[in-house]
């Protein structure tokens, strides 16, 4: 069974700081795809950043990084240089080669600082 | 104008009430998606498409139904509201055209309350 996990249910961060919010994975495809997205309080969901499961390289969008570790099948998002605008729920979510759906954590919920 | 778009935005009904949440998308993409969202257990797939003749459900059908009209619209329905399904409904789409970068993309979701 494929199973995403979030162990932070909530992080803070002083501006302008790095932050590193964790996730987890478990499937047993070789072939699938980790997602980062963000829902600040407005309610929407914005896709972050994307990871391949055969991508050589961490992926990176901007301040988003994401930090692959196969072998330890984790994919934490890292925020650089933390904005204010960066307060909102982060969910991580994986699709697999052979799975039809997306698999969401149940989220980290990140506030930064002043 | 957005790519994904749901109607209503907010909806107060009552229990035993039958209602209907409208997707309409104008990205072009052929897979679409409804999930529910609650406090504390992230988004959990109600139902989803792959195209137009193709309907499958997902980790929580019970009380729900959908109908994929085109393309462009998927709509979920709940035949018999219950006070538990109140819920932040989100719905979504992803293109298989860039093989295994399905990225999935959301409408600004419909936030439901039963009474």
């Known amino acids: 069974a494929q199973k995403i996990t979030q162990t932070q249910p909530g992080m803070f961060v002083q501006e302008k700081e790095a932050v590193t919010l964790d996730c987890t994975y478990d499937?047993?495809?070789?072939?699938?795809?980790l997602f980062w997205y963000k829902q600040p309080s407005s309610g929407e969901m914005i896709f972050l950043i994307y990871q391949g499961s055969y991508d050589q390289q961490n992926a990176t969008e901007g301040r988003y990084s994401l930090n692959f570790q196969k072998a330890r099948k984790s994919a934490n998002l890292v925020i650089s240089a933390s904005q204010l605008g960066d307060s909102a729920m982060y969910f991580c979510a994986m699709t697999t080669n052979t799975g039809n759906q997306f698999y969401f954590g149940t989220g980290t919920s990140l506030t930064v600082i002043p | 104008d957005a790519d994904v778009t749901q109607t209503p935005r907010n909806r107060i009904t009552k229990t035993g009430k039958r209602i209907m949440l409208e997707c309409s998308q104008t990205?072009?993409?052929?897979?679409m998606y409804w999930y529910r969202q609650d406090p504390g257990l992230g988004l959990r797939l109600i139902y989803y498409?792959?195209?137009?003749?193709?309907?499958n459900k997902g980790e929580i059908s019970d009380g729900y139904s959908v109908s994929r009209q085109a393309q462009a619209k998927f709509s979920l329905s709940l035949e018999s509201a219950i006070p538990n399904q109140t819920a932040l409904y989100f719905c979504?789409?992803?293109?298989?055209?860039?093989?295994?970068?399905?990225?999935?993309?959301f409408g600004p979701g419909t936030r439901l309350l039963v009474l």
């Open positions: 498409s792959f195209d137009v003749k193709d309907i």
């Open positions: 990205k072009g993409h052929d897979r």
């Open positions: 499937t047993s495809d070789p072939s699938y795809g």
């Open positions: 979504a789409t992803s293109d298989t055209s860039n093989g295994r970068r399905e990225t999935q993309y």
